[in-house]
């Protein structure tokens, strides 16, 4: 039996259309910047972001550095959520390889950053301090289970920005998702940034590829950057016409993966010995806490694995669970039912 595979949104297969798309692409390359499908997927990109223009990379983690990069000198500092994915899982490399200095603030359970600890965050000129840069944001924020940030809360972070000459870069690896879930056109929670990075390899089905976007200043800056970490690639269009068919049909479906993210949060909430991280499940992603009195988590995995589900534990007791293409409403309930059985020894 095929798995249900709920680890992560990265793990959705091109689809039929996307194959044929990325055989028939027509490429050149994209380091001469003779690649006529990754400037389509650019210029597409540049449009639905509504910024001057935008660069392709390999992957989100590749895209929030050159985009730190970019805005940065070693020795500076930007502020971040200390449950950022930038902070937490991209081993590191702005402090790594950028010299840069990164300054945590406590998100609030939805994602957003404290406004007064944010403020209170930025250093002034004294001899002793490293100059704040960049405030990097997260939408939808992956470990504050997948909750959208507002284009309200972006419009106050952008004056605290603007007041103190900061520049703001928005980590979107899940930013259709935010903008789907909101209702919204996804401009009007990329307007306040300076930069953005968003992810076409996870609910939008591309098997590889992230964009950035920014001004036509910045985006120069972050292709030698691009470059500089091994990110140029060549007749990469084949890659890049996977993202055009993912960013151009698959966007509105990602309501499908809210929908069943939402049914299987309400299952889980009703069997004994289950707990929501939060209640409130707005977008594709589900944290839920096990009653150790009930099993360990090593035990709920592998007998989640014998019924072919996968999740991924991410601390003692705690699960992650991802919808999306991937995974059909017929097998949320399967989930449900697994996760039932298990439980109820
Ligand atoms: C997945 C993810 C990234 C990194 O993307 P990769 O393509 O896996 O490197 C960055 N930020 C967030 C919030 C993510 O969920």
Redo the contacts with the bound molecule.
Sequence with gaps: MKPIDLRSD?LTQPTPAMREAMANAEVGDDVFEEDPTIKKLETLATHKMGKEAALFVP????G?LISVLSHCQRGDEILLGERS??FLYEVGGLAALGGIHPRTVPNNPDGTLPLALLEKSIRHSDIHSPPTRLICL?NTH?FCQGTPLRAEYMDSVRELAQKYGLKIHL?G??LFNAAVALNIEVKLITKQADSIMF?L??GLSAPVG?MVCGTHDFIQRARKYRKMVGGGMRQAGHLAAAGLVGLENLVERLKDDHKNAKSLANQLASIRGIELEQPNVETNIIFFKLDPNLMDGETFVNQLETKSIKVIMTDQGIFRAVLHRGVSTEQVKIVAEAIKSILSI
Excluded: L, Q
């Excluded at 992957?59 to 590749?62: E, Q």
């Design positions: 990265t992957s989100g983690t590749m929030n994915h930038i997260e992956n980590d690896a899940r992810c390899s996870k992230s």
